[in-house]
């Protein structure tokens, strides 16, 4: 897999009057440089003491608000914000988002996962985001099942914001992201359950009649 061939949209940093407007798009090789060579590294640097001092309170809110935004699975149309409806083009990545405090050990063995494609530490240096090869047009049944999936091998939970597929997610530093270009690709088999149909029942106006006629005549009380 071409990395440059893939694109995602970028937006200013949420602090910006403009946070919601399209900034531009770079191809998911350039994010990759972009997060290994630490182009955003003063304003990582920032949100990850603000969460060694203060944990995940407003200071840590704050800071993350000065950092730029990517969405990953999608492109975003051009002069539109942020959106379902804006999606220009999906990019057959879905991007895992994982807030679980991600020792090393783990790290690791994300790493080595058959579907890692991508793997790197998040803004705030504890949680990873991972990319991992999807069928687009089954985003939403890949997100149920991805969540399955790392809960049951790894006992961590897939953050609930990423079944939209116009999230948009900080940028981050990592000089060690790892990526598996020929990682394989998820294949969901998630069924949607089906609702039980509602039993409806209709009785005529003369068997209604009938039926109150013979419970009068019952003593109910019996038995």
């Given at each position: 897999m071409d990395f440059s061939q893939i694109k995602i949209s970028t937006?200013?940093?949420?602090?910006?009057?403009?946070?919601?407007?399209?900034?531009?798009?770079?191809?998911?090789?350039?994010?990759i440089n972009d997060v290994r060579?630490?182009?955003?590294?003063n304003e990582i640097i920032d949100v990850r003491n603000a969460l060694q001092k203060f944990g995940k309170g407003k200071e840590y809110s704050e800071a993350k608000k000065n950092l730029p935004l990517a969405t990953a699975c999608c492109t975003i149309k051009a002069g539109h914000t942020r959106g379902k409806n804006n999606i220009s083009e999906m990019n057959g990545f879905y991007l895992a988002d994982i807030d679980d405090d991600v020792d090393d050990q783990l790290f690791d063995e994300l790493k080595n996962d058959k579907y890692t494609c991508v793997i790197h530490r998040s803004a705030g240096g504890r949680g990873v985001c991972i990319f991992v090869k999807i069928n687009p047009k089954k985003f939403l049944e890949s997100f149920y099942d991805l969540a399955?999936?790392?809960?049951?091998?790894?006992?961590?939970?897939?953050?609930?914001?990423?079944k939209d597929e116009a999230r948009a997610r900080f940028v981050s530093y990592d000089p060690y992201i790892f990526e598996?270009?020929?990682?394989q690709k998820f294949i969901s088999t998630y069924k949607k359950p089906r609702e039980k149909p509602k039993q409806e029942y209709l009785f005529a106006e003369d068997d209604f009649g009938r039926i109150i006629k013979e419970l009068e005549g019952l003593d109910i009380c019996q038995g």
């Amino acid at each position: 897999m071409d990395f440059s061939q893939i694109k995602i949209s970028t937006f200013p940093s949420i602090s910006s009057k403009k946070s919601n407007i399209l900034d531009g798009d770079i191809s998911l090789r350039d994010y990759i440089n972009d997060v290994r060579s630490g182009k955003y590294i003063n304003e990582i640097i920032d949100v990850r003491n603000a969460l060694q001092k203060f944990g995940k309170g407003k200071e840590y809110s704050e800071a993350k608000k000065n950092l730029p935004l990517a969405t990953a699975c999608c492109t975003i149309k051009a002069g539109h914000t942020r959106g379902k409806n804006n999606i220009s083009e999906m990019n057959g990545f879905y991007l895992a988002d994982i807030d679980d405090d991600v020792d090393d050990q783990l790290f690791d063995e994300l790493k080595n996962d058959k579907y890692t494609c991508v793997i790197h530490r998040s803004a705030g240096g504890r949680g990873v985001c991972i990319f991992v090869k999807i069928n687009p047009k089954k985003f939403l049944e890949s997100f149920y099942d991805l969540a399955q999936y790392y809960l049951d091998n790894y006992n961590i939970s897939i953050d609930e914001a990423c079944k939209d597929e116009a999230r948009a997610r900080f940028v981050s530093y990592d000089p060690y992201i790892f990526e598996n270009p020929s990682s394989q690709k998820f294949i969901s088999t998630y069924k949607k359950p089906r609702e039980k149909p509602k039993q409806e029942y209709l009785f005529a106006e003369d068997d209604f009649g009938r039926i109150i006629k013979e419970l009068e005549g019952l003593d109910i009380c019996q038995g």
